[in-house]
């Protein structure tokens, strides 16, 4: 008798041979079916970062693949929402995981990855908050969640977890770690209650603002258009990069930004360099594969040099940032969040 997989295999791969027979190329509109189907091998990257080489006194980011970007923040080594699972989603019985498979190989696995001073957690979905990848790292790194997503974690034995609301900050080391609110949803399962349902103990999703030697960068987590970003632009700091999530949009735009719209909140937010991210990894939505960067360099046309990566694998570094006085730690408009053992 035919297993689940290779039932539902079966029928992603019938669904893929057809729609060739017709003539439509490889990066056309998926279907959803395919978001749990798909069994193709994952593609190795055409870039691959090299940590070792990056330099302290600037921003080096690397697009390790979906939200996951690995970042030098002059000298500090920042990871954000951490995917290495060959497949993301519901765990059954530790037998098999019913959710989309990755379409590209993590550009670094997770015995390539520099000692990490810090993880940034957006929200609880799981192609961000990924349990298997989690568990891997030593329980003394430093993890910061969105408001009450500590549980899903709460057995890994972590030392030091801040748990941020929207609008507090803390500090770790020299680093300054500001909360700020998204428009996504937070629950892990469907029965959880959660913030965009109007529960204010249910789960949260952040952005979050990052701070040191007077410089920032703003990673966007997973969002929908929202013009919240524009409070950013009147603090006392220069934002140097702004890492947004581009894909997912079809049918899911009231959670989830098209190109277009991450490109007006990195401009809301007042920066100047973005780093498309949550696209290209996963089959999640309907829209072509590309899509997402081909809409994104329409979009930026005239300022071409303004998206920073466009593969899987990339490495940008911010030329001119030397490293200056720290930012100023004033508790307003965010208020200081104490760290959760």
């Known amino acids: 008798m035919p297993t689940r997989r290779t039932f539902l295999t079966t029928i992603g791969l019938s669904l893929v041979t057809l729609s060739r027979l017709f003539g439509q ?3 056309r509109r998926r279907t959803r079916w395919e978001m749990i189907a798909n069994d193709e091998e994952p593609e190795t990257p055409h870039f691959k970062p090299d940590p070792s080489l990056w330099d302290d006194t600037t921003i080096t980011a690397a697009w390790i693949g979906h939200a996951t970007v690995l970042i030098n923040f002059f000298g500090t080594r920042i990871l954000t ?46 192609d961000h908050l990924d349990t298997p990848s989690l568990r891997r790292f030593p329980r003394t790194t430093p993890l910061v969640m969105a408001k009450n997503t500590v ?16 609008g507090e900050w803390t500090q770790i080391g020299d680093v300054r770690i500001e909360a700020f609110e998204v428009k996504h949803f937070g629950w892990r399962y469907p029965w959880e209650k959660d913030r965009s349902r109007g529960y204010h103990e249910g789960r949260s999703f952040n952005a979050y603002l990052v701070m040191k030697n007077g410089h920032s960068f703003v990673f966007g987590g997973d969002t929908a258009y929202h013009e919240m970003f524009k409070s950013l632009s009147a603090r006392a700091t220069t934002i140097d990069l702004a890492i947004m999530p581009i894909g997912a949009y079809d049918p899911w735009i009231h959670n989830h930004a098209n190109p277009e719209q991450a490109l007006a909140m990195t401009d809301h937010m007042g920066a100047y360099y973005m780093l498309p991210i949550h696209w290209r990894t996963f089959i ?53 969040a104490p760290h959760r053992q």
């Open 284 to 336: 999640q939505s309907e829209e072509a594969t590309l899509e997402p960067m081909q809409r994104l360099k329409v979009a930026a046309a005239s300022q071409p040099d303004r998206i920073v990566l466009d593969s899987v694998g990339q490495t940008w570094a911010l030329s001119f940032a030397t490293a200056g006085a720290e930012f100023p730690l004033d508790p307003e408009p965010g208020t200081s």
């Open 81 to 126: 929402d951490p995917v290495f699972s060959p497949r993301v989603g519901l765990n059954v019985a530790d037998l098999f995981t019913i959710g989309p498979k990755r379409l590209v190989h993590p550009a670094l696995t997770f015995d390539e990855l520099p000692p990490i001073d810090i993880v940034l957690v957006s929200h609880a979905h799981m």
């Open 25 to 27: 190329e490889t990066f």
């Open 151 to 166: 549980d899903v974690i709460e057995d890994f034995g972590f030392q030091e977890i801040y748990e941020l609301d929207w």
